[in-house]
C-alpha cells in the first residue's frame, strides 16, 4: 500500500481531507421476516434478515451473507412489514455497530440502518426468475426514502 492508501490514524493530517462515507446498497433475498417492535423509549424498530448472494466463485466458497437490517420510523416500515420471505428487495442506508449489555457482559452486532427500501420481485416469482441483477446495477427501481431518524448522526458530504 502506499503512503495515501494506508489506514490514517486521528489526528492524521490527511485525515480532514478525506471525505467520510457510510453507504450501503444491497440486493438480495428477504431471509427473516420484517417484526415491529417497541423500544423502552417508545421509537419503533423494525428488523429483518436479508441474503446477499456473493459471485460464483468467491475464494471462502460460501454461496451468500446474512445481513440484519433495521429501520427507525413508519415510512420504510410500512414498506418492509408488507415483504415475504423469499421477496428480492433493494435496500440503502448505513452500516451501525451496536452494543449492549446483558447478563454475563455485553454483545454487540453489525447491521444496516436502512433509509430506503423496494420490492423488486415477490417471493413467488424470484426462484423462478433467478439470481437479482448483476452487481454494480445501480436501477434500484421505486424505493421509499425515509428521513434519517434524529438520532442518528448526518453531516453534509
Known amino acids: ?24 446498497t444491497l440486493v438480495g433475498r428477504v431471509s427473516r421476516a420484517p417484526i415491529c417492535k ?5 421509537d419503533r424498530v423494525t428488523s429483518w434478515g436479508l441474503a446477499v448472494r456473493r459471485p460464483r466463485g468467491h475464494p471462502s466458497n460460501k454461496k451468500s451473507d446474512g445481513i440484519a437490517c433495521v429501520a427507525f420510523g413508519s415510512e420504510v416500515a410500512a414498506v418492509v412489514t408488507e415483504w415475504s420471505v423469499d421477496d428480492v428487495v433493494a435496500v440503502e442506508g448505513a452500516l451501525h455497530h451496536r452494543f449492549w449489555r446483558m447478563p454475563g457482559g455485553g454483545s454487540s452486532t453489525y447491521e444496516v440502518e436502512v433509509h430506503r427500501a423496494g420490492r423488486l420481485e415477490p417471493a413467488r416469482r424470484s426462484h423462478a426468475a433467478g439470481p437479482p441483477g448483476p452487481p454494480g446495477d445501480d436501477s434500484l ?3 421509499t426514502s425515509q428521513a434519517v431518524p434524529s438520532h442518528a448522526a448526518t453531516a453534509p458530504l
Not at 417497541?38 to 417508545?42: A, M, T
Open 141 to 143: 427501481g421505486d424505493l
Open 38 to 42: 417497541e423500544l423502552p423509549s417508545g
Open 1 to 24: 500500500m502506499g503512503p495515501d492508501r494506508g489506514i490514517r490514524r486521528k489526528g492524521d493530517p490527511m485525515e480532514e481531507n478525506v471525505a467520510h462515507r457510510n453507504e450501503v
